[in-house]
């Protein structure tokens, strides 16, 4: 049952807007950006031209009024919106404080750095999603080496490989280096066929799919062929001194001890490291321990050293994903 409201609680808010075309972007094909709005936030919603009347809660009319005017700023600045974008705009803006500032318009960094961080490739802008996505796209700008770990569906991954291609793109690091262990704790790779990037192609699909959705799709594969995007099989690791380069370690909850060491020493000049793992998705052999949850424990508090923890919360794939790794927590 829902609690009782006085009429003290109900409000009104007319929000008028001055281009019309921007409008319609921002209330979406057939109203569905306001569909968006109304279902997360209980609120209701009528057009009127370019004249936005939205109520319901109070709190929950503010909101929808600092989520439109952020998103029309978005729009104003040349960017284009989602209904994803919504559903992050919302969850950014109820996670402002009380009493605090609202977040900036234009989704530009704000003095509290409490709205949305962006990450901008020749391709692509892509928005942080969630305050924890916004917490990371930061992280990985200002520090050297990440752990970023949480369920499926979080961004840790897209968001990794979305940074390194912009720091190619910016001239900030020479080269991309993505590696993953096989499922295989053992990496037999020698039983694929194929050369080297044919038998490790099939575990980094996933780096790969990311790769092609924020670069243009001749530039991947020109860079692959000059070795600016390097496949480096963490098996063959070992020895190398990684400079002015941003490297990426995806699935890392599949590495032992001994391997996550080895990887987190190969850091050289000038460099950045990503560190990715679901420590909850460990596909080792039976008595084998994950070295993930070991090194963020081991490199706590070091200077030049971050983790973001991501949540169910922070999931922004298909909605159904969020309640699949809820179900499986509560049942693990």
């Known amino acids: 049952m829902e609690p009782h409201r006085t009429l003290d609680d109900i409000d009104s808010l007319v929000i008028p807007f001055e281009d019309n075309r921007l409008v319609a972007d921002l209330l979406g094909e057939y109203d569905a950006h306001v569909a968006v709005l109304e ?38 600045a040349g960017e284009s919106i989602g ?18 500032d609202k977040p900036a318009k234009n989704g530009a960094s704000h003095a509290d750095g409490r709205n949305e961080a962006q ?24 520090t050297d080496l990440v752990f970023a770990t949480g369920p499926a569906g979080t961004g840790k991954t897209y968001l990794a490989v979305a940074f390194a291609a912009a720091c190619l793109e910016r001239g900030v690091a020479d080269r991309l ?3 993953r262990p096989a499922v295989e704790a053992g990496e037999r790779l020698g039983f694929l066929p194929g050369d080297m990037r044919e038998k490790v192609d099939p575990y980094l699909r996933p780096l790969y799919d990311a790769l092609y959705d924020v670069l243009p799709a001749e ?13 480096a099989p963490l098996a063959f690791m070992r020895g190398r001194t990684l400079s002015n380069a941003i490297v990426i370690l ?30 909850t998705q460990v596909d080792l052999p039976k008595g084998e321990h994950s070295g993930l949850v070991e090194a963020i424990d081991l490199l706590n508090g070091i200077s030049g050293i971050g983790h973001v923890a991501f949540t169910r919360a922070d999931v922004v794939r298909h909605d159904l994903v969020s309640k699949i790794v809820e179900a499986y927590e509560k049942n693990g």
Do not use: W
């Not at 990450?119 to 928005?127: F, G, N, V, Y």
């Open 177 to 179: 280096i993505l590696s």
């Open 219 to 231: 530039r991947v594969v020109r860079d692959l062929d000059n070795g600016v995007i390097e496949i």
């Open 250 to 279: 995806d699935e890392a909850q599949n590495c032992s001890p001994m391997q996550i060491k080895m990887f987190l020493t190969r850091l050289g000049e000038n460099s950045k490291m990503v560190v990715t793992g679901d420590p």
């Open 39 to 76: 279902d997360r936030l209980g609120v209701e919603m009528v057009v009127h031209g370019n004249v936005v009347t939205v109520s319901g809660a109070r709190h929950d009319c503010e909101i929808a009024k600092t989520v439109l005017e952020c998103l029309y700023g978005r729009l104003e």
């Open 83 to 100: 209904p994803g974008d919504i559903d992050g705009a919302i969850r950014h803006v109820q996670a402002t404080p009380v009493g605090h």
């Open 119 to 142: 990450i901008r490739t020749r391709k692509r802008l892509i928005t942080g999603r969630t305050p924890m996505q916004s917490t990371y796209m930061k992280a990985l700008e200002s």
